[in-house]
């Protein structure tokens, strides 16, 4: 059923909801224009009518985000979060975005709830959102690659914020063997070169140059994914400190630190401009 809403009883101008069965919010431009710059801008370069379709926001939410605007309490939750942030980004409404945000980081911060809402977070580009699912995935990594798919595009970027982090709360082999596990349980039909060559520049994200020899030797096991002469060159390194061109391809061959004390490097504390999108 169409909503006719309103927040004042002398409109001049009037937003339409198609996908709401042509819901309307009637209300006037000053208010609008003195929240938001971009409601300022597109008023001020003049409309051609004073009726705006909006089909990307329901008119649950825009009612939501005015009622915010006008110092209101409102409800974020896992059910409209994410068309929150939305309008917040769309509209460049600060405060919303800070609203969404203290829910994302009081309610998004497990491994199911990072791995089925990041494709979603991570376009919006904020700082203070991708920091927080960067604390997730470092305090969660066994829990997170148990349930990655090597098929997902978005999973193994999710695995390469876990590799680049100096700090984890397992070790180097522990974090191999998770990694093997996942590829060999959702493989399906690629070949074995293809698996490393979807993994491509993330294998070097291990560090296998930070494991003992014993752990290399294991590491050497079919499927691997080093070559026989990498795993050779890595253990003369263990051994001996002999350099090779092997080590060339790690960007880091130094151990992470393991503990969880090391997380909070993360600081959950932010200014607005980490709400800027980089």
């Given amino acids: 059923m169409a909503k006719n809403l309103a927040d004042t009883d002398h409109p001049d101008v009037t937003f339409v909801f198609p996908n709401d069965g042509e ?5 006037r431009k000053f208010k609008l224009a003195q929240w938001s710059e971009v409601f300022a801008k597109m008023f001020a370069s003049g409309l051609e009518s004073d009726r705006i379709i909006i089909k990307d926001i329901t008119i649950g939410s825009f009612y939501k985000m005015i009622r915010h605007l006008n110092g209101e309490e409102i409800t974020v939750d896992e059910s409209n979060f994410l068309e929150m942030l939305h309008i917040s980004r769309k509209y460049f409404l600060n405060t919303l975005t800070s609203k969404v945000y203290s829910y994302v980081q009081n309610y998004i911060v497990n491994s199911e709830s990072i791995l ?35 098929n997902c595009d978005d999973h193994l970027e999710m695995l390469k914020i876990i590799l680049e982090s100096d700090f984890l709360c397992i070790s180097e082999f522990e974090l191999y063997t998770k990694i093997m596990k996942m590829i060999k349980q959702t493989i399906n039909d690629y070949t074995w070169d293809e698996v490393k060559g979807k993994l491509g520049k993330l294998i070097y994200l291990i560090r296998f140059p930070a494991m003992t020899v014993n752990e290399l030797i294991q590491c050497a096991k079919p499927l691997s994914l080093l070559t026989v002469e990498q795993i050779m060159n890595l253990q ?6 002999i350099f090779t061109e092997t080590l060339q391809l790690f960007p880091n ?26």
Wanted: proline share 6%.
């Fill in 23 to 27: 819901s309307t919010f009637a209300t």
């Fill in 116 to 150: 089925k809402y990041y494709p979603d977070i991570k376009k919006y580009h904020l700082t203070l959102l991708d920091n927080h699912i960067k604390r997730v995935c470092i305090r969660f990594p066994n829990e997170i690659i148990d349930n990655m798919n090597i």
């Fill in 236 to 241: 003369l390194y263990v051994m001996e400190g």
């Fill in 253 to 278: 061959i130094r151990p992470r630190i393991n503990g969880m004390n090391q997380v909070a490097t993360y600081n959950h504390s932010y200014t607005l401009k980490d709400l800027i999108p980089y």
